[in-house]
């Protein structure tokens, strides 16, 4: 890989280590620190989750203008404003406006983040992809457990960590991003006209498999909401639900280069790739949904790490490649969005549907999605299938 890639696996490593210290434990402070209920604490962590839905498309709008560098440095400068005010006033209302400032700073950074990694390594495809996405998830393992560790002897000492993380962040952005080449390029047009019919369909193409990657988001986010509370409804210990999520990031960070040499082999289409993960992951709810003791929910967390393994990198992989020159950051905006959005209403909608219902028409509800998933990751390519068949036959 190259030196370049590195610089930014690294920085996500400590970007997404600073952002863990904390989010595991938000709901957590606002209710048990500052007195709130349940329900406002869904509302501010709603509302980070819009802001940094913003923050996606502005920042990868943004990387398109200005290029990367720019893009990250600013993103982080508004992230470590916040924190930094967060570090001194953590009381109400200071706690929301400071969590909706760090969402939208947070979300600027990740567009630019994995359109660089795909500039800096086009020939890597998927790979350079998979980097990031594994760097990600060394961060969350790292963070959560250390955040835990501070937490238990002060909660205080949270919010300085979060902010020390952004600082070598910074240092690292400041002093490695630099010189790397992602500068804003033109997008190719030779008709002049606002948007080629090509990089309409390209538009198209995108939007139609990110609401099969939304669904397949809304549906993830259901093990750190409902069914957390559920496992504790059924005397499952907080430490053994804890556990999984440890087991979850050790088997991506160790058996994402196994994955990666399997796919090698298979010659498997990014496209095929989704499709065995959408499987993976209704295989792993009708597991959960049927589970009744902490054994059968670690069997469904081990296949649904296996299922994220083989959709969350490729994703943003097919937008680089579906991306005109010159929209690269924006495309990957909307990729890091949808994934935003459906952890925003993933926890709202779950939790409708088991007050109302129950825990097992959660489950149906969930499998239900999963087919749309699997017809709109079947579909959204058509449009530029049948562009090819028209172009031979023109020939």
């Given at each position: 890989m190259p030196r370049a890639l590195w610089l930014l696996i690294i920085g996500m490593a400590v970007n997404v280590t600073g952002s863990s210290f904390l989010w595991p434990l938000n709901t957590i402070y606002i209710h048990e620190h500052l007195g709130k209920s349940l329900s406002i604490a869904g509302v501010v962590l709603m509302l980070n989750s819009a802001a940094s839905v913003i923050g996606n498309l502005y920042g990868g709008s943004l990387f398109d203008k200005l290029g990367g560098y720019k893009s990250i440095i600013l993103g982080i400068s508004i992230?470590?404003?916040?924190?930094?005010?967060?570090?001194?006033?953590?009381?109400?209302?200071?706690?929301?406006?400071?969590?909706?400032?760090?969402?939208?700073?947070?979300?600027?950074?990740?567009?630019?983040?994995?359109?660089?990694?795909?500039?800096?390594?086009?020939?890597?495809?998927?790979?350079?992809?998979?980097?990031?996405?594994?760097?990600?998830?060394?961060?969350?393992?790292?963070?959560?457990?250390?955040?835990?560790?501070?937490?238990?002897?002060?909660?205080?000492?949270?919010?300085?960590?979060?902010?020390?993380?952004?600082?070598?962040?910074?240092?690292?952005?400041?002093?490695?991003?630099?010189?790397?080449?992602?500068?804003?390029?033109?997008?190719?047009?030779?008709?002049?006209?606002?948007?080629?019919?090509?990089?309409?369909?390209?538009?198209?193409?995108?939007?139609?498999?990110?609401?099969?990657?939304?669904?397949?988001?809304?549906?993830?986010?259901?093990?750190?909401t409902t069914i957390a509370a559920y496992t504790q409804e059924i005397n499952i210990s907080l430490t053994q639900y804890s556990l999984l999520w440890s087991v979850n990031g050790a088997i991506i960070v160790l058996g994402q280069p196994l994955l990666n040499g399997l796919l090698k082999h298979m010659t498997a289409s990014l496209k095929v790739q989704i499709l065995i993960g959408i499987g993976i992951f209704t295989i792993s709810f009708l597991i959960a949904g049927n589970a009744s003791a902490f054994?059968?929910?670690?069997?469904?967390?081990?296949?649904?790490?296996?299922?994220?393994?083989?959709?969350?990198?490729?994703?943003?992989?097919?937008?680089?490649?579906?991306?005109?020159?010159?929209?690269?950051?924006?495309?990957?905006?909307?990729?890091?969005?949808?994934?935003?959005?459906?952890?925003?209403?993933?926890?709202l909608l779950g939790g409708l549907l088991v007050d109302i219902y129950s825990m097992s028409a959660l489950f149906y509800v969930l499998i239900g999605l999963f087919i749309i998933a699997i017809i709109t990751t079947l579909a959204y390519d058509r449009i530029l299938q049948t562009e090819k068949k028209f172009s031979v036959k023109l020939s």
């Open positions: 992230t470590l404003s916040a924190l930094v005010g967060l570090t001194f006033w953590h009381g109400w209302p200071a706690y929301i406006i400071f969590q909706i400032i760090i969402g939208f700073g947070t979300g600027i950074i990740f567009p630019s983040m994995y359109a660089m990694a795909g500039s800096v390594w086009k020939e890597g495809g998927r790979k350079a992809f998979n980097a990031i996405y594994v760097a990600q998830n060394l961060g969350v393992a790292i963070g959560a457990a250390l955040g835990g560790i501070v937490a238990d002897y002060s909660f205080e000492y949270i919010f300085l960590a979060n902010t020390i993380m952004y600082v070598i962040f910074m240092l690292i952005a400041v002093f490695g991003y630099k010189g790397i080449s992602s500068k804003p390029a033109v997008q190719e047009n030779e008709s002049n006209e606002p948007v080629s019919e090509t990089g309409r369909k390209n538009l198209y193409a995108i939007l139609i498999l990110c609401i099969g990657y939304l669904l397949c988001w809304v549906a993830y986010v259901q093990w750190q054994s059968g929910f670690l069997v469904a967390m081990i296949i649904l790490t296996i299922g994220e393994m083989f959709i969350w990198p490729a994703v943003p992989t097919i937008a680089f490649d579906l991306a005109p020159k010159g929209r690269e950051g924006f495309y990957q905006g909307i990729v890091n969005s949808t994934a935003t959005g459906g952890r925003m209403i993933g926890p």
